[in-house]
């Protein structure tokens, strides 16, 4: 069976991460919503690219402070400039992470989508293991953070844990079943234990979900060429 799937629309593998966290959450208002930016990140993987990169719902402004707050934008600001500008190196990684850190520290750690962001800032750069202790950490903040758990799930799919990323990704969906990400790389690892139907049947919630997602199109495609 061919194990290689689809790179998402505007995004590449994160150096040594099986999917990448290519997706900045971002503090949105009262409204909710979110904003995200993504963009190539550097390095290169010798784990085949999956179909889905990690993404995040929004933090609500309301749930933090004011200083929180203005520390994430910074923290926001500095990821997004060097991502359009494709300049991430490793000081730049830990800045962006410190900054985001500092914005968690404003709520005595209790701001579990600045920690996911530094985890995803870190693995700019290829720091896996500090990566996946900030998605703890966001983990252990909001034990139902999905995005957090998809995030782990993936470092145990990239680990070659099929069934510890099994269950990650089902305890993701468990704790947001409109977390489109979570559905398309559980179908990813039923996939490759050639569990065509249960993979076909996640991928047709992710898009009953969110109809214009790409990814789950193209790991249906790749199933359909088996």
């Known amino acids: 069976m061919n194990t290689r799937a689809p790179r998402s629309r505007g995004s590449r593998v994160a150096g040594g991460w099986a999917i990448a966290g290519g997706w900045l959450v971002a503090l949105a208002g009262c409204g909710g919503g979110s904003e995200v930016a993504h963009g190539p990140a550097v390095g290169a993987s010798s784990v085949p690219p999956p179909a889905a990169p990690a993404k995040a719902a929004a933090a609500r402004a309301a749930d933090v402070s004011s200083d929180a707050r203005e520390k994430f934008t910074q923290a926001a600001e500095a990821f997004r400039r060097y991502e359009d500008q494709r300049q991430w190196n490793a000081d730049r990684c830990r800045e962006v992470a410190a900054l985001f850190e500092e914005a968690a520290e404003e709520m005595s750690g209790g701001f579990p989508e600045a920690l996911l962001n530094k985890g995803i800032a870190l693995q700019r750069c290829n720091d896996n293991e500090g990566a996946v202790r900030a998605f703890q950490r966001a983990l252990e903040s909001n034990p139902n953070f999905a995005a957090a758990r998809v995030q782990l799930g993936l470092f145990a799919y990239k680990q070659k844990r099929a ?8 305890q993701a969906i468990s704790s947001d079943p ?13 996939r490759d234990a050639n569990e065509v139907q249960p993979a076909i049947d996640n991928l047709r919630r992710a898009l009953a979900i969110d109809a214009q997602f790409m990814p789950a199109f193209n790991l249906m495609a790749l199933i359909y060429l088996d």
Do not use: G, I, S
């Not at 069934?163 to 089902?170: E, I, K, N, S, W």
């Not at 977390?179 to 690892?189: C, D, F, Q, S």
């Open 163 to 170: 069934a510890d990323a099994r269950q990650l990704l089902q």
């Open 178 to 190: 409109q977390n489109v990400e979570a559905y398309v790389n559980l179908a990813l690892v039923q």
